[in-house]
């Protein structure tokens, strides 16, 4: 494949590669102790505590061999999925390096709470070895996990005021602003929510075990709207695909969004352009996060020498401000700050789940 030209590779959940080799069994996890990032209490797998089935030191051994292959071939790269890890992001950590793979994503993003500023903070300290030593590649959805749009719905969507795409377009700032690498998942830049199958259209085995406790991962599975009023949204000619479509997703359907300038693909797309020109967020691993108010995640990426920007996000469904003077002074990127971020009495009044985007001047 990589004399075909291949690019990379991605490899699977790469931490269930090998098992203990005495097959001991898994300890029953604790009452009350943490789940991994991801992993739903019906779940009998996190019933246990992952340890001698998953991220075993041989596993992490046989990447060498992995890496010497692609090391013998110009501008190659390999992504590992850490999956299930009872410490996500130090088990992505054990999978990268100059011997090992480019680069690890894990699923420290995807929680059963709402993002906040505190858990963000508390993930970037945590982070901090990785983020420096490279290799570090973020995401906040998967084809295992309940799409963005509709993970955190039972605790977002009680406020009548709750904006949905500006909560995703917030995410998708935070996750191109981090140091390192960022997956998008397929629909989450259309603003998919999950969809809602019966149960003979499903076909996830976890799903069809565990139903009606876990509805399994088939709602974030189901094909991508592409032209409304075409039949299954035009995404197969076939009679019938592999997973039905969801009527819900057609007002989202990408060629209408195409035509909208405000839409979320759009946004999408302009953001993910503008970063491609950001010394600060592609040539530096450089982070550094600063005291804010409750609710408000603000920090500085990139070097003094080259391009720094201040990004000031705001984690919560209520309209913040944030003192000019505790903040670096600098310049708004008009081209990416949201809107209704504005400058009122020297202060910086933030919307609901909204941003502002400053470009620091060089030492």
Known sequence: MVDMGVDGFRFDVINFLMHDRRLRNNPRRPDGAPLPAGGHPDIEFFHFVNTYNIGQPETYDALRTIRGLLDGYEARTSLAEISCAEDALAEAGKAVGDDRLHLSYNSSLVTEEPLSAQHM???????????????????????????????????????????????????????????????????????????????EDMRDPFGLRHYPDFLGRDGCRTPLPWQSGQPHFGFTQADKPWLPVHSGHEILSINIQ???????????????????????????????????????????RGSEDEQQLLFVLNMTEKRSRVALDTLPEGEPVAAITDPDTRLIAGELEVGAYGFWVARLPQA
């Open 258 to 300: 195409e035509q909208l300038p405000e839409s979320l693909l759009n946004r999408y797309r302009r953001l993910i352009h503008w970063r491609r020109d950001q010394a600060a967020l592609v040539n530096s691993m450089r982070i550094k996060v600063l005291p804010s108010e409750r609710g408000i995640l603000a920090y500085v």
């Open 121 to 199: 903070r508390c993930i970037l300290e945590q982070a901090e070895e990785l983020i420096n030593r490279g290799g570090i590649c973020w995401t906040a959805g998967t084809h295992d996990f309940p799409r963005l749009a509709s993970r955190w719905h039972e605790y977002l969507l009680h406020n009548e005021n709750f904006d949905q795409d500006a909560f995703n377009f917030m995410v998708a700032v935070l996750l191109i602003s981090l140091p390192g690498a960022c997956c998008l998942y397929q629909g989450d830049e259309l603003g998919l929510p999950e969809a809602e199958l019966l149960y």
